[in-house]
């Protein structure tokens, strides 16, 4: 991908396309997030969280859209993914502009399978809120959209799994790494904004 994304060209992409959905397996978990982009100084951002270190969270420490586990009072996965948003980052996101729903991916762990499939939505911030982490959220970041799409700021994570060394493809971002679900998640956001036709 060789543009630089505005939210203009953003909108015209993915309103012309229906996602791709998954029901995931019987009595799985499913879960939403909210994929938020803003314009400053001509550069199209996305939101990510670095999540609070804790015991027995899978995703401790992670880079991360804001979201979580779909609650039985939520109308549908839309709802959650503002409500989550709304709990971690105190941004109403029924003030800004819901832009689309992109495909479910299904949660691995390790390269298994969790039983856990996410939905992420797309929204456009309309102005430039203050933003206000709970206890869920270490530290708050923008991340330019086009250098990751570029390839500009691609890195890998290693890890030792089963006693072999194993590289996740990655992107480094203020220094941190976004690697895993996030990471493939924004990889195919950015293969349907590359799609031709």
Avoid: C
Wanted: charged share 25%.
């Amino acid at each position: 991908m060789t543009t630089d994304l505005n939210l203009n060209s953003i909108r015209s992409r993915l309103t012309r396309r229906d996602p791709v959905l998954h029901d995931g397996p019987a009595g799985g978990r499913i879960a939403a997030v909210a994929v938020i982009l803003r314009e400053l100084d001509g550069q199209t951002q996305v939101l990510l969280i670095r999540r609070a270190e804790r015991e027995g969270d899978p995703w401790s420490g992670h880079m991360a859209f804001p979201g979580g586990h779909r609650d039985p009072g939520d109308a549908d996965l839309l709802s959650t993914a503002r409500r989550e948003t709304l709990e971690e980052v105190g941004l109403d996101l029924e003030r800004h502009e819901f832009i689309a729903r992109l495909d479910d991916h299904a949660a691995k762990m390790r390269g298994r399978l969790t039983g856990m499939v996410i939905s992420p939505f797309v929204f456009a911030l309309r102005s430039a809120p203050s933003l206000t982490p709970n206890h869920e959220v270490a530290e708050v970041v923008w991340a330019p959209l086009s250098r990751m799409a570029r390839g500009e700021v691609d890195t890998d994570r290693e890890f030792s799994h089963d006693g072999e060394l194993v590289h996740y493809p990655a992107y480094r971002v203020d220094g941190h790494v976004v690697w895993g679900l996030t990471h493939r998640m924004l990889g195919a956001f950015f293969e349907i904004l590359d799609a031709k036709g």
